[in-house]
């Protein structure tokens, strides 16, 4: 079964500067998509950023970037230039691209603050 | 322009008086997904269809149960709330190589 890990329960930034949120994941698979999802305290899921586990090419959008390694099974976020509005809860996500109903799994959340 | 709609936004409901939570979309994607999501944790997936292949988790009690009567709706049923099922509940669509979309959640509260 595949598993996703977030090892930082809560991170805070400064407004403008950079962080780095870490997510790792346990699959034997070798097809796959992997997500980070917001979701601000008015609690609905936006998704952020995507990656196809056959791109070797690190996702952007805009502000957000990612750090997949695929063999360390690892697939950071970096928030550059963190705005107050980026202040939420962040989850790593993980979908198998292996069959076509495949459940969606996150990870534990990241509880992100942006000081003013 | 809202693509997976849920309703009620809130509900509040007895302990043991069942309810029943609805969830539509205009994606038209084949996957429907119910979570269950308690503060300050990750959602928990509680079963999801494939057009009308209905796939419940292991972990998912006896007391939810899910309807998905068309493509567009989705209901989740639970027959006897108890007060630990007080939670956001999420319902998202999924289409083959495409991310789940989420709807704004229903926060049941039971009393």
């Known amino acids: 079964a595949q598993t996703v890990t977030q090892s930082q329960p809560e991170m805070s930034v400064q407004e403008a500067e950079t962080v780095t949120l870490s997510c790792t994941y346990d699959?034997?698979?070798?097809?796959?998509?992997l997500f980070w999802y917001k979701q601000p305290p008015s609690r609905q899921m936006i998704l952020v950023i995507r990656?196809?586990?056959?791109?070797?090419q690190n996702a952007t959008e805009n502000r957000f970037s990612v750090n997949f390694q695929k063999a360390a099974k690892s697939f950071s976020l970096k928030i550059s230039d963190s705005q107050l509005g980026d202040a939420a809860m962040y989850f790593c996500?993980?979908?198998?691209?292996?069959?076509?109903?495949?459940?969606?799994?996150f990870g534990p959340g990241t509880s992100l603050s942006v000081i003013p | 322009d809202a693509m997976v709609i849920q309703n009620p936004r809130y509900q509040v409901t007895q302990f043991g008086k069942p309810v029943t939570l609805s969830c539509s979309q205009t994606?038209?994607?084949?996957?429907m997904y119910w979570y269950q999501q308690k503060s300050s944790q990750a959602p928990k997936l509680l079963f999801h269809y494939y057009d009308k292949d209905f796939n419940n988790e292991a972990d998912t009690p006896d007391n939810f149960q899910s309807r998905r009567p068309n493509t567009s709706f989705c209901f989740l049923d639970i027959r006897s709330p108890g007060l630990g099922d007080a939670a956001m509940y999420l319902c998202a669509t999924g289409q083959l190589n495409t991310e789940a979309f989420f709807g704004q959640g229903t926060r049941l509260t039971v009393v």
């Open positions: 699959t034997s698979e070798s097809d796959y998509y």
């Open positions: 990656q196809e586990a056959y791109k070797q």
């Open positions: 994606l038209n994607h084949n996957v």
């Open positions: 996500a993980y979908r198998s691209q292996e069959t076509s109903y495949d459940k969606v799994i």
